[in-house]
């Protein structure tokens, strides 16, 4: 059974730096073509992609967010971490992790998402 | 960035109703579109792969057409349990895209 679980503060202020954490289980991040992706979705509104990291640590970032955005992996623990600085109101979303298998890299197993507020 | 175009944004439906939801993409993605259902306050789940390869568990009432820039989401015979907000999304590509949504809601 796989399953990814994110983990985080629910609230952050302004300019202060995001640490996310995605644990999954059921698969391993050492396997050809599995990723885990971020993604996130404001209130009411749609899903944004915000970054990737493959099973051999090719990493890839939304270029309008580029800047402020890291991802890395722990294989041993499984999990998956996405850091974000300088945060802004404009950022609070719930942030979902979810993996990615194949060549064509659809998003098939997702978690539960989390809330983050950006508010001083 | 390849940009993805949903229509309708919004649908009425009822129950039996066969439903379209169309997604246009701003350039050529071959068949690298997927799309999800979002119920109320959950995760999105994985419907349709590679424009029309049906997950495992999904009912049959869903199918997926299209290639290129023109997609087609098509529910026959809609229940209840469909009521929901699907998104397509393009891989062909990065930054990876999504549409804005289509909310679907029983009338």
């Known amino acids: 059974q796989i399953t990814l679980k994110e983990s985080g503060p629910t609230l952050v202020k302004p300019t202060q730096t995001l640490t996310l954490t995605c644990t999954f289980s059921g698969f391993s991040l050492t396997t050809s073509g599995v990723g885990v992706g971020w993604i996130r979705q404001p209130p009411g509104k749609a899903l944004e992609w915000l970054a990737l990291i493959y099973w051999n640590d090719d990493k890839r970032y939304s270029p309008s967010l580029k800047s402020r955005l890291t991802i890395t992996k722990d294989t041993s623990k499984s999990l998956v971490v996405l850091t974000m600085i300088n945060m802004d109101p404009v950022d609070t979303a719930t942030y979902y992790c979810a993996r990615v298998f194949g060549v064509v890299k659809w998003f098939d197993y997702w978690g539960q998402g989390t809330l983050l507020t950006v508010s001083s | 960035e390849i940009v993805l175009t949903q229509s309708p944004d919004f649908q009425s439906v009822t129950p039996k109703e066969k439903v379209t939801i169309t997604c246009r993409a701003s350039q050529s993605i071959g068949s690298s579109l997927h799309w999800y259902q979002q119920k109320p306050n959950q995760s999105p789940r994985l419907l349709i792969r590679?424009?029309?390869q049906s997950m495992s568990g999904v009912p049959s009432r869903f199918s997926g057409s299209g290639y290129g820039t023109g997609f087609t989401l098509t529910i026959n015979s809609l229940e209840a349990e469909d009521v929901a907000v699907y998104f397509c999304?393009?891989?062909?590509?990065?930054?990876?895209?999504f549409g804005q949504g289509t909310k679907l809601e029983m009338k």
């Open positions: 590679s424009a029309s």
């Open positions: 999304h393009q891989s062909e590509s990065l930054p990876q895209t």
